[in-house]
């Protein structure tokens, strides 16, 4: 594919090349249609460079006979866990449009995918060569895909009807003892289950609406997806907190681990023999690969329950750390910026008990009269000192006084406290200091007590904190860093 490739170039070429196919280009969209007995079609349209990408399955009743809910699901699944799989590795979220009658609960009429993660090089210009490229690749890998997904389950098209002289077999009730193996082990709802076997394309088919569960035995689709499963190293598993996250350069899936525990038991009573088990999560349904059958269970496994997923581990990470590589020391940089320290006891009193509504008032030794941060302390909470004249509150209004030096603090660095206490009519006082404080001026703090609500922080107060909230000290990197024993 030459770099002058347009929109319009490349749909006439898969019109004129791609057997079966038909694309269609509209305003930042190109949309494409596999052929009628697969029912499938990709609409992939942009706003702004951002893609929004649909995967639909709609066949008819011109080309088989029956219910066709089993062919909806089937297809369905098949084609979104190849996608999720595929180098641009798409996360779809999966609607199945129920009978448009509304008389038939267990009739998928037709299935709407919305893409909710997909690879960033499918952002971009619709227009630019480049991404005309990825587009076409990906839409390729489907028609490939196509090919080994009805080499797998006995093609029925018109051409191969008749060169096999096949017959098409639906019977609207799966084997006896296909249906007794599964209510063994599944909750059974007469008027929310739909079954079926179908010779052409050839499966065992079963769904319960009711449990959100599927299931389709056929070992030649298995083993198709199975195969381009293996072949995608891409798909990482993570044992997390409560499950396992599915990582990839593309898309990010969590599944719970009493869902994978329940499919994995579903399998093994269904398969002839233990069997090793794939897993590919989607939005909203996870799908279990054995060596014969295929699971789907609705489950919330997209990208939002992943990043849930993703904040517990950081939290256990972080306990971990500070359990087993607590920082012993740190090393403080000779020129700390004044405003970054400020920033860094500004996150530290947020994370301080008693401690609310913290926030700047401004810069750093420019013209603030001394006052870099107020903050409401709670006095029960923070366990303050009832003083005479604060007897009646249940909060006192703190001004907090950053000062980063690289040396010890005297009454010569410190503005006139008092003063600065009634300025701003605030009930006390905090200073924070990233080294030490002089004992006279120790002296001098002590003494306002007396009067005022008077508290400070040396470098030893921030240290102990920042072992508590690694996550910050993280962040601080220009200001001080950890030194780690591994003893």
């Not at 993660?117 to 971009?124: A, M, R």
Request: proline content about 2%; hydrophobic content about 40%.
């Amino acid at each position: 594919m030459n770099n002058e490739i347009t929109l319009e170039a490349l749909a006439n070429n898969i019109n004129s090349s791609w057997n079966g196919c038909r694309a269609t280009i509209g305003d930042k969209s190109i949309r494409l249609e596999l052929n009628s007995f697969t029912g499938i079609q990709i609409s992939l349209s942009y706003k702004e460079n951002i893609p929004n990408f649909v995967l639909s399955c709609k066949t008819t009743s011109w080309n088989y006979d029956g219910d066709r809910t089993d062919l909806h699901d089937v297809i369905t699944l098949a084609f979104a866990s190849f996608l999720r799989i595929n180098r641009i590795g798409i996360s779809f979220h999966l609607i199945y449009a129920m009978n448009s009658m509304g008389l038939i609960e267990s009739e998928i009429d037709f299935t709407h995918c919305i893409g909710i993660q997909y690879n960033s090089k499918l952002i971009g210009d619709l227009n630019s060569p480049q991404l005309i490229t990825i587009i076409e690749e990906l839409l390729l890998s489907v028609v490939i895909f196509e090919e080994f997904f009805w080499k797998s389950v006995g093609c029925f098209c018109n051409d191969c009807k008749k060169k096999s002289n096949l017959v098409e077999f639906f019977n609207w009730k799966a084997p006896p003892e296909f249906i007794a193996k599964i209510n063994r082990i599944i909750p059974y709802n007469e008027t929310r289950v739909n079954s079926c076997y179908r010779r052409h394309p050839s499966w065992n088919y079963y769904r319960n609406f009711q449990e959100g569960i599927a299931v389709i035995e056929n070992p030649e689709l298995v083993g198709v997806i199975k195969s381009f499963l293996v072949n995608r190293a891409e798909l990482k598993k993570v044992n997390s907190i409560n499950g396992y996250m599915f990582i990839s350069d593309s898309s990010n899936n969590y599944v719970n681990r009493n869902t994978m525990r329940l499919m994995t038991k579903y399998i093994n009573n269904l398969e002839p023999v233990e069997s090793a088990i794939y897993w590919i999560p989607l939005e909203n349904q996870v799908i279990a690969f054995g060596t014969n059958f295929m699971i789907a269970k609705n489950t919330k496994s997209g990208i939002e329950a992943f990043r849930v997923e993703k904040e517990k581990l950081r939290k256990r990470h972080q306990i971990e750390s500070r359990l087993v590589f607590p920082p012993s020391t740190f090393i403080w940089n000779e020129k700390i910026n004044g405003k970054r320290f400020e920033s860094l006891v500004k996150e530290l009193m947020e994370k301080e008990r008693g401690f609310s509504n913290v926030r700047k008032s401004g810069l750093t030794n420019e013209g603030d009269n001394g006052r870099d941060l107020i903050a409401q302390v709670s006095v029960r909470e923070y366990g303050l000192v009832e003083l005479e004249n604060l007897k009646a509150k249940t909060s006192l209004k703190i001004v907090i006084q950053c000062k980063a030096h690289n040396r010890s603090i005297g009454k010569a660095l410190v503005k006139d406290i008092r003063d600065t206490i009634d300025l701003h009519e605030s009930d006390g006082y905090f200073l924070v200091v990233s080294n030490y404080i002089t004992s006279s001026l120790i002296s001098h703090l002590e003494s306002l007590k007396k009067a005022y609500q008077v508290d400070w922080w040396t470098k030893d107060e921030i240290e102990l904190r920042l072992k508590q909230n690694e996550e910050i000290l993280l962040r601080y990197s220009d200001v001080l860093m950890p030194i780690v024993s591994h003893h």
